[in-house]
């Protein structure tokens, strides 16, 4: 029952961690400024409607609802072999996570615009704005204030998400953890020491986005 | 583009759907045993955060940041590759992924049921307590009964989650949706059709439920 801890090698390993841990940080980095852009346009194309309004609705809809872990062994194993173009394992784990997170991140570009009531619209069309004119003065600079929060979610959320790459053989923070551990024999002290690792490192940011919502807390 | 044109065979996926509803049935068992879990821990340690003493209140908000602030993977390959060594007990991988799913969800459902029971206005709570109840008659008969209803919502988002993310229990050979889409891989080498077979299963089966949710959101939420 009384376990004998060595938590030296956790120490010990702690390099090969922290190298997880860069390619962790990357993978989000990558992926957030990808589905930040991809998620406006899908955004924008439902907001537009006609059939290019009902694609952007499946999509957002598809990759809600699926599996992330579905998404990113799908990518990995079945994009190259219809398309025959191969992507290296944290590309392939990059563009599933952007297909996951730009989904939602649509949904809250797309909320942040919607909700900006209709009378101002219409007073920027009766103003004779263009429609890009009234996105670009009007709609968009409103809605960054109501969209920051939930995105700061998002992006704690995928940050702990890009874990799931270690299935596809992506060596991040997690693949190294189950590396070192079966180097080791140490499961118990390098599993804890990857835990507290992503603890340490999330916990402030979702400090950060609660300070956020706060922050920006929309009055009516 | 003509040399690389894949040629489909989704009979691979359709002679073995059997096995893939069998995989279905496994998704639904560990979902719905997963929020059951989840919703007495959660309940439990929203309670306490609100109403416990104060070392107890400061484990569960510990608890609560922790099991939100590391993702489902480490729990679930902490609970059971760590977690038998420590207690020196094995856990079958079904349980290990109930327990996990359920603690992790758990440490949501807490602070959706806070957020719940803080909504109610606190003049109900004082006003039962005048009359005499006690703290748990004013919890179970006053507060919790208005407060399940702006629950649901986020609770069936909480349970959509938790279909999605139970296909993290493939990793620890539950044999759930996508474990056995993965070995079907293997069987037919139909990479192909059975993993996009397999996606739109998980869709057919979360679609409805956001579909659900969002109904509810409607109803109960625009109070």
């Known amino acids: 029952m009384s376990y004998e801890w060595h938590w030296e090698v956790l120490w010990q390993s ?14 989000s980095l990558i992926t957030m400024i990808a589905a930040l852009v991809l998620g406006l346009m899908v955004a924008l194309a439902r907001i537009a409607g006609g059939p290019l309004g009902a694609l952007a609705y499946v999509y957002v ?14 990518v990995f194993t079945v994009l190259p072999l219809v398309t025959g173009i191969t992507l290296s394992p944290l590309l392939s784990g990059i563009v599933a996570l952007t297909l996951n997170v730009s989904a939602f991140v649509a949904e809250v570009y797309r909320a942040g615009i919607t909700s900006i009531p209709a009378g101002q619209t219409q007073a920027g069309l009766a103003l004779g704005m263009t429609r890009i ?29 890009t874990s799931l790459l270690a299935v596809i053989g992506v060596a991040e923070l997690m693949y190294q953890g189950r590396l070192v551990a079966t180097d080791t024999y140490r499961p118990v002290e390098i599993f804890t020491g990857v835990a507290l690792i992503y603890y340490v490192l999330a916990y402030p940011q979702s400090l950060g986005v609660n300070f956020l919502f706060r922050r920006f807390r929309v009055q009516e | 583009m003509s040399s690389t044109a894949y040629t489909w065979h989704f009979e691979a996926f359709y002679r073995h759907l059997p096995f893939l509803l069998e995989g279905i049935r496994n998704t639904a068992l560990v979902s719905v045993l997963a929020i059951l879990v989840g919703s007495v821990v959660g309940l439990v340690a929203a ?38 060594i420590l207690v020196d007990r094995s856990l079958p991988p079904l349980a290990a992924g109930v327990l ?14 806070r957020a719940g029971i803080l909504a109610i206005p606190s003049g109900q709570r004082h006003a039962a307590l005048a009359l005499g109840m006690t703290g748990r008659q004013v919890l179970g008969r006053i507060i919790l009964p ?13 349970f959509i989650s938790l279909v999605k993310d139970s296909s ?39 679609y409805p439920l956001s579909l659900l949710a969002g109904i509810l959101r409607k109803r109960y939420l625009a109070v």
């Open chain 2, 100 to 113: 996990t799913l359920g603690v992790y969800a758990g440490g949501y459902l807490a602070e959706i049921f």
């Open chain 2, 168 to 206: 993290l229990v493939s990793v620890i050979s539950v044999a759930e949706l996508m474990w056995a889409s993965q070995s079907l891989v293997g069987f037919t080498m139909r990479p192909v059709e059975v993993l996009t077979g397999t996606a739109f299963l998980y869709v057919a089966l979360t």
């Open chain 1, 14 to 27: 702690l390099p090969i961690l922290l190298e997880g841990v860069r390619i962790t940080v990357l993978a």
């Open chain 1, 133 to 161: 004119q009234l996105y670009r003065r009007v709609l968009l600079p409103q809605a960054v204030a109501r969209v920051i929060p939930p995105l700061g979610s998002y992006w704690v959320g995928l940050f702990k998400d």
């Open chain 2, 47 to 84: 309670v306490i955060r609100l109403y416990g003493p104060r070392p107890l209140r400061w484990l569960v908000a510990f608890y609560v940041d922790f099991v939100r602030s590391t993702p489902l993977l480490v729990q679930l390959v902490w609970v059971f590759f760590a977690l038998p």
């Open chain 1, 61 to 74: 809809e598809f990759f809600r609802n699926s599996p992330q872990l579905m998404v990113v062994v799908w």
């Open chain 2, 146 to 158: 208005q407060a399940v209803v702006r629950m649901l919502p986020p609770v069936a988002s909480t």
